[in-house]
């Protein structure tokens, strides 16, 4: 089984419609991060999380939710999707930054 | 000022070539770098991570910081084209929000 799984790994919406995407770690790491990545903008902090209490927002929370449901657990919600959400979205872990992050397989979500 | 800056590519070579892929950073806080390699439709994995300035290498691979200068680069020796895949580099300088990305380099390595 993979450290890092992302379910689902591709996703159709309709513009309004909430969405949840959910990610489980196999690592034993309290970090976990959700990211999304564009063409020609690269990597973005969506929220992270240190802890099952803890919860941060990055770079581009807006529009965005999150819940950590366990150590293993970190879901990200799109209240009400639009199309400009439509990306792929990456959960990682770590054991701390400055090990490096452990990345899952992805997401690619439409937003029609 | 972007905190990472990096050519996105495409940077195209013969097999066998060595490559050079590149970044330049602005926080000189920064105190540890690391290199993902990306394959289409993956996840980014960690390739290797060097803490300071230096070099660090593992096998075709070698990472280098200059934090005068406030350069990292990834050396890859006798290129193969399973080394095709888009290569990111990440800086860390002990800060709330973790890893700050590169937009990464998208390497082709020609048969």
């Known amino acids: 089984d993979a450290d890092v799984t992302q379910t689902p790994r591709n996703r159709i919406t309709k513009t309004g419609k909430r969405i949840m995407l959910e990610c489980s770690q196999t690592?034993?790491?309290?970090?976990m991060y959700w990211y999304r990545q564009d063409p020609g903008l690269g990597l973005r902090l969506i929220y992270y999380s240190f802890d099952v209490k803890d919860i941060n927002k990055g770079e581009i929370s807006d529009g965005y939710s999150v819940s950590r449901q366990a150590q293993a657990k970190f879901s990200l919600s799109l209240e009400s999707a639009i199309p400009n959400q439509t990306a792929l979205y990456f959960c990682a872990t770590s054991e701390l930054e400055s090990t490096g992050y452990t990345f899952g397989s992805g997401t690619r979500l439409t937003v029609v | 000022q972007k905190e990472v800056e990096q050519d996105p590519g495409p940077l195209s070579v013969p097999e066998g070539a060595i490559v050079s892929l590149n970044c330049t950073y602005s926080?000189?806080?920064?105190?540890?770098f690391m290199w993902y390699r990306q394959y289409s439709r993956k996840g980014p994995e960690l390739l290797m991570y060097?803490?300071?300035?230096g070099n660090k290498e593992d096998g075709r691979f070698t990472a280098q910081v200059d934090k005068s200068s406030k350069y990292i680069s990834l050396f890859i020796r006798d290129s193969q084209p399973s080394d095709s895949a888009t290569y990111l580099c990440?800086?860390?300088?002990?800060?709330?929000?973790?890893?700050?990305f590169g937009k990464g380099t998208h390497l082709i390595i020609q048969p």
């Open positions: 690592k034993g790491h309290d970090r």
């Open positions: 060097t803490y300071s300035s």
């Open positions: 990440a800086v860390e300088g002990g800060g709330a929000d973790g890893l700050t």
């Open positions: 926080n000189s806080a920064f105190q540890y």
